[in-house]
C-alpha cells in the first residue's frame, strides 16, 4: 500500500520565494496534519484538516503559512514570502476517523532550507 | 495545555535493554504511542497501549503505562544497532485524532 506521499523531498530556494509544499495522504484517510520539526522546538502541529476542512490552525506560525486541501487526496502548505526561520523539515501526516486507536501514519518529510 | 516530556538521549551497548521513559500530564489521554523516527524519515508507528491498561508486550518491545503518575516506558529487549532512532511518545487528548508530541530520545546503541 502507498503511504503518505509528499513532495518534494528538499526544496532549497532564497528568502521571499514563495514555496509550495505538497502531501497526498494515504486513501480513505479522513485526517490530515502539517507538522513542523526543528531542533529547537521539536514537533509542531501547523494545522489540520477532517474531510478536507481546516478544523485547528492554531499553530501555524504566522500569516505567511496557508493551508489547502481541495480534495480528499491533495493538500498543500504554502508559505509566502519565505524566510530563512522557516528552515525545517515539514511532515504531513493522516489516519482513519476513529477513537484513539487510529494512529497517525507520516510521510519522509521536505527538508526546506531557505537561504 | 498538555505536556509530555521525555529525556533527549539515551546511549546503551548492542545487547543490553533499553529503557526510554515519557511523563504525560492530560489525564483524560486515552491512548498512548511510541513513534520511531531513523535519520532522513518520518515518525513510524511502532506500538501503542490503551490507557486502561497496564502493560503491552510485542515481540522485543514491551510498553509500560502508570496512569496514576501519568509515567509510560518503552522497553527494548536485545538492542541492536539497527534500533538507533529518535523515539517519540504522543498522546491524544479528548480531540482524539489530535496528538501531542514529546520532544523524542535519541537512542544511541553502541557496538
Known amino acids: 500500500d502507498a503511504g503518505v506521499i509528499q513532495s518534494p523531498r528538499h526544496e532549497v530556494t532564497e528568502m521571499g520565494q514563495e514555496v509550495t509544499l505538497r502531501c497526498k495522504p494515504i486513501?480513505?484517510?479522513?485526517?490530515l496534519f502539517w507538522y513542523r520539526q526543528t531542533m529547537m522546538r521539536g514537533l509542531e502541529l501547523l494545522i489540520y484538516f477532517n474531510n478536507n476542512v481546516p478544523i485547528d490552525d492554531s499553530g501555524m506560525p504566522e500569516d505567511r503559512f496557508s493551508a489547502k486541501m481541495p480534495n480528499a487526496s491533495f493538500s498543500t502548505l504554502k508559505i509566502q514570502p519565505s524566510e530563512p526561520r522557516d528552515s525545517a523539515v515539514y511532515f504531513c501526516a493522516s489516519s482513519l476517523k476513529g477513537i484513539g486507536t487510529q494512529p497517525q501514519h507520516f510521510g519522509d518529510g521536505t527538508r526546506l532550507s531557505i537561504l | 495545555g498538555e505536556d509530555v516530556e521525555q529525556s533527549l538521549f539515551l546511549s546503551v551497548r548492542e545487547g543490553d535493554s533499553s529503557v526510554i521513559n515519557c511523563t504525560y500530564t492530560?489525564?483524560?489521554?486515552?491512548?498512548l504511542y511510541w513513534y520511531k523516527q531513523e535519520p532522513g524519515a518520518g515518525l513510524q508507528l511502532l506500538t501503542y497501549?490503551?490507557?486502561?491498561?497496564d502493560m503491552k508486550q510485542d515481540q522485543r518491545l514491551t510498553v509500560l503505562l502508570n496512569k496514576k503518575d501519568k509515567h509510560l516506558s518503552l522497553r527494548i529487549a536485545d538492542t541492536q544497532t539497527g534500533d538507533s532512532a529518535i523515539y517519540f511518545c504522543?498522546?491524544?487528548?479528548?480531540?482524539?485524532?489530535?496528538?501531542?508530541f514529546g520532544s523524542g530520545t535519541k537512542l544511541n546503541v553502541k557496538p
Open positions: 504522543a498522546e491524544n487528548n479528548r480531540n482524539f485524532n489530535k496528538f501531542y
Open positions: 492530560d489525564s483524560s489521554s486515552t491512548y
Open positions: 497501549i490503551f490507557s486502561n491498561m
Open positions: 486513501s480513505g484517510h479522513d485526517y
